[in-house]
Protein backbone atom coordinates (compact mmCIF):
# COMPACT_ATOMS: atom_id res chain seq x y z
CA UNK A 1 0.00 0.00 0.00
CA UNK A 2 2.62 2.27 0.95
CA UNK A 3 4.54 1.47 -1.95
CA UNK A 4 1.87 2.11 -4.33
CA UNK A 5 1.48 6.08 -2.33
CA UNK A 6 5.35 6.65 -3.45
CA UNK A 7 5.11 4.99 -6.65
CA UNK A 8 1.93 7.22 -8.08
CA UNK A 9 3.62 10.91 -5.93
CA UNK A 10 6.56 10.51 -7.85
CA UNK A 11 4.82 9.64 -10.65
CA UNK A 12 2.58 13.17 -10.10
CA UNK A 13 5.76 14.85 -9.84
CA UNK A 14 7.12 13.95 -12.78
CA UNK A 15 4.13 14.63 -14.66
CA UNK A 16 4.28 17.98 -13.09
CA UNK A 17 7.89 18.58 -13.69
CA UNK A 18 7.04 17.81 -17.55
CA UNK A 19 4.22 20.28 -17.47
CA UNK A 20 6.41 22.92 -16.00
CA UNK A 21 9.18 22.21 -18.59
CA UNK A 22 6.17 22.51 -21.70
CA UNK A 23 4.92 25.63 -19.90
CA UNK A 24 8.11 27.41 -19.77
CA UNK A 25 8.94 26.82 -22.89
CA UNK A 26 5.48 27.88 -24.23
CA UNK A 27 6.93 31.26 -21.86
CA UNK A 28 10.15 31.51 -23.74
CA UNK A 29 8.40 31.05 -26.98
CA UNK A 30 5.89 33.72 -26.69
CA UNK A 31 7.83 37.12 -27.82
CA UNK A 32 5.09 38.65 -29.59
CA UNK A 33 1.88 41.25 -28.21
CA UNK A 34 -0.51 38.64 -30.32
CA UNK A 35 1.01 36.00 -27.96
CA UNK A 36 -0.68 37.35 -24.65
CA UNK A 37 -3.11 34.51 -24.13
CA UNK A 38 -0.64 31.75 -24.55
CA UNK A 39 1.38 33.56 -22.25
CA UNK A 40 -1.53 33.95 -19.99
CA UNK A 41 -2.32 30.36 -20.04
CA UNK A 42 1.01 28.92 -19.80
CA UNK A 43 1.76 30.81 -16.61
CA UNK A 44 -1.48 29.83 -15.19
CA UNK A 45 -0.47 26.32 -16.42
CA UNK A 46 3.22 26.64 -14.54
CA UNK A 47 1.58 27.71 -11.31
CA UNK A 48 -1.08 24.92 -11.30
CA UNK A 49 1.78 22.30 -11.80
CA UNK A 50 3.34 23.60 -9.05
CA UNK A 51 0.92 23.20 -7.02
CA UNK A 52 0.65 19.88 -8.05
CA UNK A 53 3.86 19.27 -7.46
CA UNK A 54 3.77 20.47 -3.98
CA UNK A 55 1.16 18.49 -3.22
CA UNK A 56 2.77 15.36 -4.49
CA UNK A 57 5.78 16.20 -2.18
CA UNK A 58 3.79 16.21 0.89
CA UNK A 59 2.23 12.63 -0.16
CA UNK A 60 5.63 11.19 -0.68
CA UNK A 61 6.86 12.86 2.71
CA UNK A 62 3.66 11.40 4.26
CA UNK A 63 4.18 7.81 2.86
CA UNK A 64 7.79 8.11 4.20
CA UNK A 65 6.34 8.92 7.67
CA UNK A 66 3.75 5.72 7.50
CA UNK A 67 6.80 3.61 6.35
CA UNK A 68 9.38 4.91 8.88
CA UNK A 69 6.46 3.95 11.85
CA UNK A 70 5.29 0.78 10.59
CA UNK A 71 9.12 0.19 10.94
CA UNK A 72 8.70 1.58 14.61
CA UNK A 73 6.15 -0.85 15.52
CA UNK A 74 8.04 -4.27 14.15
CA UNK A 75 10.91 -3.40 15.43
Do not use: C, F, W, Y
Not at 31 to 44: F, N, S, Y
Amino acid sequence: MIGKLSSTALEGIQHSSQGMLRNASDIARATTPGDQAKLTEALVGLKQHEHAAKANIKTLETADKLLGSLLDVRA
